[in-house]
């Protein structure tokens, strides 16, 4: 039974603070699921409890393993085994040669791109075996599978998700829980406002909204189930991304 069967389905987001992650809670409540989420950002966190009271939303950083553990413990003992993880949370760091990234800015992507996403799994994955069943969907991108001069700890991170997600679904499948890398193209967030850097930024009108984007990617997401496990699957269509620009073709993110 795929997820946009159920009436309603309890799902956690990192990263929903802002971008794809604040726009995905937008569209999951819409449909009446069960939202918990959580963000670095204290203000905007308090903004979505406002909003969203009957929803659950913490400050946690999850590149903390013990931030990650008690946010864990506490949904899976309010809520229940999640039937649905989505590990959004991710950094990217300015452009640079890679022997001009300073150990902090490397070992910040390496934290929460790489190890956040370890530990959120570590803390809800054996719920989620118990109950045999779930989706770990790990947010990746095109370089998950392809590499670009100047953005060296990004790519080694997108690379390392897509390597967990594969062998990870090889161990999870004999319990029911799928784990898939999706790839959610280009979208107008800061982070490709990062990426851009003033080089044509002014194009960041040509794409997608996170909120457009949600409109697409949310039921997208819930139609995914066992049989996309350990596989990377695109929201907009690859490899071009035609799908994700009102005018031209992109291929940046």
């Known amino acids: 039974m795929r997820f946009g069967d159920l009436q309603r389905t309890t799902i956690v ?3 929903v603070t802002r971008g794809l992650g604040r726009a995905m809670v937008d569209e999951f409540v819409r449909l ?3 939202v918990s989420g959580c963000g670095r950002t204290k203000s905007e966190i308090e903004r979505l409890v406002q909003l969203y009271p009957e929803h659950d939303f913490q400050v946690v950083d999850v590149a903390s393993h013990l931030q990650v553990r008690a946010w864990a413990e506490h949904l899976i003992e309010k809520h229940g085994a999640p039937r649905l993880v989505l590990n959004n949370a991710a950094v990217l760091n300015a452009k640079a040669p890679l022997w001009e990234v300073s150990d902090q800015d490397f070992s910040n992507e390496i934290e929460v791109n790489i190890k956040g996403v370890v ?7 054996p719920s989620m075996i118990g109950r045999r069943r779930g989706v770990i969907i790990n947010f990746c991108s095109r370089w998950a599978v392809d590499v670009e001069k100047l953005m060296g700890p990004y790519c080694a991170t997108k690379w390392a998700v897509i390597a967990l997600t594969r062998v990870l679904a090889q161990e999870l499948q004999e319990h029911g829980v799928a784990v898939i890398g999706l790839n959610p193209g280009i979208v107008q967030t800061a982070m490709l406002k990062r990426y851009l850097s003033g080089n044509g930024a002014a194009e960041m009108s040509d794409y997608l909204t996170p909120n457009e984007w949600a409109a697409i990617a949310v039921p997208f997401i819930l139609r995914l189930s066992l049989k996309d496990t350990g596989k ?3 929201v907009l269509a690859p490899p071009t991304y035609s799908t994700c620009t009102r005018t031209r073709e992109r291929s940046y993110l």
């Open 13 to 15: 987001i990192t990263g």
């Open 232 to 234: 990377l699957r695109h």
């Open 119 to 125: 530990n959120v799994i570590r803390h809800f994955a």
């Open 32 to 34: 009446g699921h069960i």
